[in-house]
C-alpha cells in the first residue's frame, strides 16, 4: 500500500464527549443561585415602613382598625360572601369515570362534613382571617380512620384544622436562614407569654425559656399567605391599603366630636376690671389675685359637672348704679364660621375611600340620595371580581395543602386527570328566571347536550337541589327526564311559541319574541 493513501479518521464518541464537556461548553446549573431579599428582624419579616404595620404589631393595628365601623362594613361585606360560598363548595372527581376519582373526591368531602372543633364552619372563619392579617395559620391534625365509612380505601383522616393566633409565631424557619429561602416551618410562643397582659412584644432576643422548643414543621401547616410575594409568609393585608384614609377619617371625626362637645357645653368667660387683673399679677398675695385664683376654681368646677352655680359681686360701674356689673360671666359658644371647616365632605369621601380599597363602594350608594342601578350592578360585578380572586386563592390552598397530602398520607395514588378539583359555591344565587329562558332556548333548537354534568348544572343554575341525582348513573338519569311536550321553538322564536302564535315572531304579547 502506497504511503500517501492516509488512514480514515475515526468516528468520534458522542457519548464520551458528553460526559466529558470541554470548558467551552455550558454546563446548567440546577441549585438555586438567587435569594428573595428579605429583611429579616427579630425572626419576622421586615416589608412595611410604618412601624404600626409591622408584624407584630400589625395584627394590633388591624385590631383597632377593625372596631371603626366603616372599616368593618367594608372587611364583613366580603367576608360574607367568601363564607357563604366555601360553605357550599365540596371537591369533585377530576374524572366523573374514574371510580378512584370519585371515590377520592367522596372521602375529601366526608372530611370536611365530620371535622372536630366547630367543624368546617369554624375552619373557614379561621382561613378568611389572612385577608385582615395578612396571613393565617392551622394546625392539620391527623387520625386514623376508625369510622365505619371509607376504612377500606383510606386509613388515615383529619381530625381537625385547629386554629393557631396569628401573632403567636416568634419565629419563621427557613432551610437556608441566611438567603430566607424555603420556609419550613415557625416556632410560636409559649401560650404563659401570650396569657400575660402586661406582655409586650419587643425586638429584644427573647429568652429560650419563653419559646416552645418544638418545631411546627410546614406539612403540619394550612399557611394562607395572602398578597405574598418574594416568598414572604406574612402576606399583605387588606387593611394596608385604606390605613392612610383610616387615620385621617379618625383624626377628622376626632376633631368633630371636640367641636360639638365644645359648641354644646360652651366656655365661660369671666370679665373683671383690668386694674384688678393688672394688681393680682403684680401682686400674687393680692385680694384681686386671689379673687381671681377663686374665680379659675369655680370655672373649671363647672365645665368639669362639679359646681352648677357661682357667686358674683352686684357692685356696677358708674356713679348713678346703671354701668356694667365690675364682676361679669357669660357662656359663649362655637361660631365656627371661620375658615373651611364642612367635615362632612371629608369625612364622606375617606369613607368612600376605605369601602373602595375593599371594593364595597356600593354600600354607599343611596345614602346621599344619588345612585342608579346600573352603577350599583357595576360595582357589585366589581366586588364580586374581589371575591373570585380570593376563592380562587383558598381553592389552591385547599388544593396543595389538604387534598394532596391526606390522599399521600394514605398512599392512595391517582393520575393528574383523576386528582379531585375543589369547587367553591355561587357568589350569589342564581336568577332562576333568566337560567330557565336560556335552557329552554338553547334546548328548543337541538343544542342542549343530554349529559348527565351538564344536565345538573343546568339545573342547579335554575335553583333546583339536585342531591338525589347525583349518584345515578347517566342512563337512568336520562330515562327519568320528563316527556318533550313543549311546542317552544317553533316558528324559530326566541321562547314561546315563536312564529307559529297570533301575531308572529314580533308579537307583542310575548315581549321575550319582541325584537
Not at 376519582?101 to 372536630?116: E, P
Not at 392512595?412 to 329552554?440: H, R
Request: with cysteine; aromatic share 8%; net charge negative.
Amino acid at each position: 500500500m502506497s504511503e500517501d493513501i492516509k488512514e480514515a479518521p475515526q468516528p468520534v464518541d458522542i457519548s464520551k464527549a458528553e460526559s466529558n464537556p470541554t470548558p467551552s461548553q455550558t454546563r446548567m446549573k440546577f441549585a438555586e443561585t438567587g435569594q428573595p431579599f428579605m429583611k429579616e428582624v427579630g425572626g419576622w419579616i421586615r416589608d412595611q415602613a410604618k412601624y404600626e404595620l409591622q408584624y407584630p404589631r400589625s395584627i394590633k393595628t388591624f385590631a383597632e382598625m377593625r372596631n371603626h365601623a366603616v372599616v368593618d362594613a367594608g372587611a364583613t361585606v366580603g367576608e360574607v360572601f367568601l363564607t357563604k360560598s366555601l360553605l357550599k363548595g365540596r371537591w369533585v372527581a377530576g374524572d366523573n369515570k374514574s371510580e378512584r376519582s370519585r371515590d377520592a373526591a367522596g372521602f375529601l368531602n366526608w372530611n370536611l362534613k365530620n371535622l372536630d372543633n366547630g367543624g368546617w364552619y369554624e375552619a373557614i372563619t379561621n382561613m378568611i382571617t389572612c385577608f385582615q392579617n395578612g396571613f393565617s395559620w392551622q394546625e392539620k391534625v391527623f387520625a386514623k380512620n376508625n369510622s365505619q365509612e371509607w376504612t377500606g380505601k383510606f386509613q388515615y383522616k383529619i381530625k381537625k384544622l385547629a386554629p393557631r393566633s396569628a401573632d403567636s409565631v416568634q419565629e419563621w424557619v427557613w432551610k437556608d436562614a441566611v438567603t430566607k429561602r424555603d420556609l419550613v416551618g415557625l416556632v410560636q410562643y409559649k401560650s404563659s407569654t401570650l396569657n400575660n397582659p402586661f406582655n409586650t412584644i419587643s425586638l429584644n432576643p427573647i429568652p429560650k425559656s419563653n419559646v416552645l422548643s418544638t418545631l411546627i414543621p410546614l406539612e403540619k401547616i394550612m399557611l394562607l399567605s395572602w398578597n405574598s410575594t418574594n416568598g414572604n409568609p406574612q402576606g399583605k393585608s387588606d387593611f394596608v391599603g385604606c390605613y392612610k384614609s383610616y387615620k385621617e377619617l379618625s383624626m377628622i371625626e376626632a376633631y368633630e366630636l371636640l367641636g360639638i362637645s365644645k359648641s354644646l357645653a360652651g366656655v365661660l368667660v369671666i370679665r373683671m376690671p383690668t386694674d384688678h387683673l393688672n394688681k393680682a399679677m403684680e401682686d400674687p398675695t393680692s385680694d384681686e389675685a386671689k379673687a381671681l385664683s377663686a374665680f379659675k376654681k369655680q370655672c373649671s368646677a363647672i365645665q368639669q359637672g362639679d359646681q352648677t352655680f357661682i357667686i358674683l359681686g352686684s357692685d356696677v360701674q358708674g356713679e348713678n348704679g346703671n354701668g356694667k356689673y365690675v364682676y361679669d360671666m357669660a357662656l359663649q359658644g362655637i361660631d365656627g364660621g371661620t375658615g373651611n371647616n364642612n367635615t362632612k365632605d371629608v369625612i364622606a369621601m375617606k369613607e368612600k375611600s376605605i369601602l373602595n380599597s375593599f371594593a364595597a363602594g356600593f354600600l354607599t350608594l343611596g345614602d346621599s340620595g344619588v345612585g342608579s342601578y346600573s352603577l350599583a350592578d357595576t360595582k357589585q360585578s366589581l366586588h364580586a371580581f374581589y371575591m373570585e380572586r380570593k376563592l380562587m386563592f383558598i381553592a389552591d390552598a385547599l388544593q396543595r395543602q389538604i387534598a394532596k397530602p391526606l390522599l399521600e398520607i394514605n398512599q392512595y395514588k391517582l393520575n393528574e386527570s383523576e386528582m379531585p378539583i375543589f369547587e367553591y359555591g355561587e357568589l350569589d344565587d342564581a336568577d332562576a328566571d333568566v337560567a330557565s329562558k336560556v335552557i329552554q332556548r338553547v334546548a328548543s333548537v337541538g343544542m342542549f347536550p343530554k349529559e348527565k354534568a351538564f344536565l345538573l348544572d343546568s339545573l342547579r343554575q335554575c335553583g333546583l337541589d339536585v342531591t338525589s341525582l347525583e349518584d345515578l348513573t347517566e342512563e337512568d338519569l336520562m330515562s327519568r327526564l320528563t316527556d318533550e311536550t313543549s311546542r317552544a321553538g317553533e316558528g324559530q322564536g326566541t321562547s314561546g311559541t315563536g312564529g307559529s302564535q297570533k301575531g308572529g315572531v314580533t308579537s307583542s304579547t310575548n315581549m321575550e319574541n319582541a325584537p
